[in-house]
């Protein structure tokens, strides 16, 4: 069975940093993307960031060049770095997996909240 969970949300004040966790189990991992999302209130899910099975990364323009998508296999984690981080990243974020063969996102995990102050 396929689980996602993320963690690592909390409250930072502007400028801080933060670093998510997606613990990801009940799939390979060669076969899949997996993808960082984010929604807030009054506003539509954006895609973050993702990597592909092959290990390509992507990031949204609002984010490129401060957050960085890892992953670490032998701990079955995808992490996203989160630095510089504004007000307006505040956020429910959740991880989820795409199979290669598929446009879709078929499965998604629990989300964490990231609040920026000021």
């Known amino acids: 069975e396929v689980q996602l969970q993320a963690s690592g949300g909390g409250l930072v004040q502007t400028g801080g940093s933060l670093r998510l966790s997606c613990s990801a189990s009940?799939?390979?991992?060669?076969?899949?993307?997996i993808g960082w999302f984010r929604q807030a209130p009054g506003k539509e899910r954006e895609g973050v960031s993702c990597?592909?099975?092959?290990?390509?990364?992507y990031y949204a323009d609002s984010v490129e060049g401060r957050f960085t998508m890892s992953s670490d296999n032998a701990k079955n984690t995808v992490y996203l770095q989160m630095n510089s981080l504004k007000p307006e990243d505040t956020a429910l974020y959740y991880c989820?997996?795409?199979?290669?063969?598929?446009?879709?996102?078929?499965?998604w995990g629990q989300g964490t909240q990231v609040t920026v102050s000021s």
């Open positions: 009940g799939f390979t991992f060669t076969d899949y993307s």
């Open positions: 990597v592909s099975g092959i290990g390509d990364t």
């Open positions: 989820g997996i795409r199979p290669t063969s598929r446009n879709q996102y078929t499965n």
